[in-house]
């Protein structure tokens, strides 16, 4: 039976807003996670046979997650182990009461929690949970890690065993265990936000109902562990950056550059819900972790009046930190952008060069367009344009592609 491709977009589409939730419900349930992605799927796979008869349900979330239940049952009814479990559930297929106490009131976080298990290596522990709970595909958690696809692939094929090797329950850990699982938590939201910030794939700049997503979840840890500094500054990190969301995208949806953003248009609210986040992670007196210089460097862009009035010798300064205390590829690309703002294009692209040459981002547009970009000030024409354009190649976003291509073509007018 063919399906009628307007339905299978708005079917994906739900399944984007509310696969987290339906995922996390029915693992509290079950109790497993291999399952319960096999029972959500089962459920969409049953809408797309009875919704093009009956229409749509005005609570696609809450019928997806009924049939699911429903199988379920009739899976533990076949397998004549009904038992707690059944009880459980109950008969009413529309609400669950929890038996037990649950300190944590959110079912995603909940399923954030359960899945980062310390059992797993960290990169596997957020691997798998921004799978499940960001329904994000291999290929984006691939290009988030910087990995290629089948190395990701891999991964999450591992954790998944791992888990039932271990013969782990997929349950929520008690507070004295959020320590343990902390940092995994506070890196899958914050993938989470970027990948909603800046689409890796696709025909679309943002995705911002995963960023709001992340905005919420941060919120809700806030609630829960409101003296955790790296929590608050994560969340003062996402607040500054969804501030500029309205302006980061043209009517026609292409990308706007930080230069020719009309500033005007960016979240006042959400900069001053930023800052106080920031200023309760500082007044802790705990020191700056990665998340809170993130959100130091994002307060400086978001506090400025123009670029040019931006405090760019402080952000260089603030990514010198970042890179002590979490070292990477793409934190030392950003300093050198940083650099160039604040010492001329000539010193940030011999720091960019010096990246390219020890073999880093491989396969990565970033390199490339940051390099198009720097030969572009200093007047070397041919050659931005040539990188720019093997950064256009090199990206799976089809819209940062085409940006990327606009340049190119300026150049050679």
Same mark, same amino acid.
């Given at each position: 039976?063919?399906?009628?491709?307007?339905?299978?977009?708005?079917?994906?589409?739900?399944?984007?807003?509310?696969?987290?939730?339906?995922?996390?419900?029915?693992?509290?349930?079950? /109790?497993?996670?291999?399952?319960?992605?096999?029972?959500?799927?089962?459920?969409?796979?049953?809408?797309?046979?009875?919704?093009?008869?009956?229409?749509?349900?005005?609570?696609?979330?809450?019928?997806?997650?009924?049939?699911?239940?429903?199988?379920?049952?009739?899976?533990?009814?076949?397998?004549?182990?009904?038992?707690?479990? #059944?009880?459980?559930?109950?008969?009413?297929?529309?609400?669950?009461?929890?038996?037990?106490?649950?300190?944590?009131?959110?079912?995603?976080?909940?399923?954030?929690?359960?899945?980062?298990?310390?059992?797993?290596?960290?990169?596997?522990? *957020?691997?798998?949970?921004?799978?499940?709970?960001?329904?994000?595909?291999?290929?984006?958690?691939?290009?988030?890690?910087?990995?290629?696809?089948?190395?990701?692939?891999?991964?999450?094929?591992?954790?998944?065993?791992?888990?039932?090797?271990?013969?782990?329950?997929?349950?929520?850990?008690?507070?004295?265990?959020?320590?343990?699982?902390?940092?995994? *938590?506070?890196?899958?939201? #914050?993938? *989470?936000?970027?990948?909603?910030?800046?689409?890796?794939?696709?025909?679309?700049?943002?995705?911002?109902?995963?960023?709001?997503?992340?905005?919420?979840?941060?919120?809700?840890?806030?609630?829960?562990?409101?003296?955790?500094?790296?929590?608050?500054?994560?969340?003062?990190?996402?607040?500054?950056?969804?501030?500029?969301?309205?302006?980061?995208?043209?009517?026609? /949806?292409?990308?706007?550059?930080?230069?020719?953003?009309?500033?005007?248009?960016?979240?006042?609210?959400?900069?001053?819900? /930023?800052?106080?986040?920031?200023?309760?992670?500082?007044?802790?007196?705990?020191?700056?972790?990665?998340?809170?210089?993130?959100?130091?460097?994002?307060?400086?862009?978001?506090?400025?009046?123009?670029?040019?009035?931006?405090?760019?010798?402080?952000? *260089?300064?603030?990514?010198?930190?970042?890179?002590?205390?979490?070292?990477?590829?793409?934190?030392?690309?950003?300093?050198?952008?940083?650099?160039?703002?604040?010492?001329?294009?000539?010193?940030?692209?011999?720091?960019?060069?010096?990246?390219?040459?020890? /073999?880093?981002?491989?396969?990565?547009?970033?390199?490339?367009?940051?390099?198009?970009?720097?030969?572009?000030?200093?007047?070397?024409?041919?050659?931005?344009?040539?990188?720019?354009?093997?950064?256009?190649?090199?990206?799976?976003?089809?819209?940062?592609?085409?940006?990327?291509?606009?340049?190119?073509?300026?150049?050679?007018?």
């Amino acid at each position: 039976m063919s399906t009628d491709p307007d339905l299978s977009r708005r079917v994906a589409a739900i399944w984007r807003i509310e696969g987290a939730r339906i995922v996390a419900t029915l693992a509290r349930v079950v /109790g497993d996670l291999e399952t319960a992605e096999d029972l959500a799927q089962d459920a969409v796979a049953e809408a797309l046979v009875h919704w093009p008869r009956e229409g749509v349900p005005r609570n696609p979330g809450a019928w997806l997650t009924a049939v699911a239940k429903r199988r379920a049952i009739d899976g533990w009814r076949r397998a004549r182990s009904l038992g707690e479990k #059944y009880r459980l559930i109950g008969a009413d297929l529309d609400e669950i009461t929890d038996a037990e106490w649950q300190p944590i009131d959110d079912d995603v976080l909940r399923l954030v929690f359960a899945a980062c298990h310390p059992v797993l290596a960290r990169e596997a522990q *957020v691997a798998l949970t921004l799978k499940v709970v960001a329904g994000l595909d291999t290929d984006a958690i691939a290009r988030l890690f910087l990995v290629p696809v089948p190395t990701m692939q891999q991964r999450i094929v591992r954790a998944k065993k791992a888990l039932s090797a271990a013969h782990v329950p997929f349950a929520v850990p008690d507070p004295a265990q959020w320590p343990a699982r902390l940092g995994a *938590v506070l890196s899958v939201i #914050y993938l *989470v936000f970027t990948e909603g910030y800046a689409a890796s794939a696709g025909d679309a700049v943002l995705r911002t109902e995963l960023a709001h997503e992340a905005v919420r979840l941060g919120r809700v840890l806030n609630r829960l562990l409101p003296r955790e500094p790296e929590a608050l500054g994560l969340s003062a990190l996402m607040e500054l950056q969804a501030s500029r969301f309205a302006a980061r995208v043209d009517a026609s /949806g292409d990308a706007v550059l930080l230069a020719d953003q009309d500033r005007r248009r960016w979240d006042r609210s959400a900069i001053a819900r /930023g800052a106080a986040l920031l200023d309760r992670a500082d007044a802790l007196g705990r020191g700056r972790g990665p998340y809170q210089l993130q959100a130091a460097i994002a307060r400086c862009h978001a506090e400025a009046t123009s670029v040019d009035a931006t405090d760019w010798d402080r952000i *260089v300064l603030l990514y010198e930190m970042l890179g002590r205390v979490a070292p990477s590829p793409v934190v030392e690309l950003n300093r050198a952008i940083a650099v160039s703002m604040a010492s001329g294009p000539l010193e940030g692209l011999e720091l960019v060069d010096g990246l390219a040459a020890a /073999g880093v981002l491989t396969g990565s547009h970033l390199i490339p367009s940051v390099r198009g970009e720097l030969l572009s000030r200093l007047g070397r024409t041919r050659e931005a344009r040539s990188e720019l354009v093997r950064a256009a190649g090199l990206t799976r976003n089809e819209r940062e592609a085409a940006l990327l291509r606009r340049k190119a073509d300026a150049l050679s007018r």
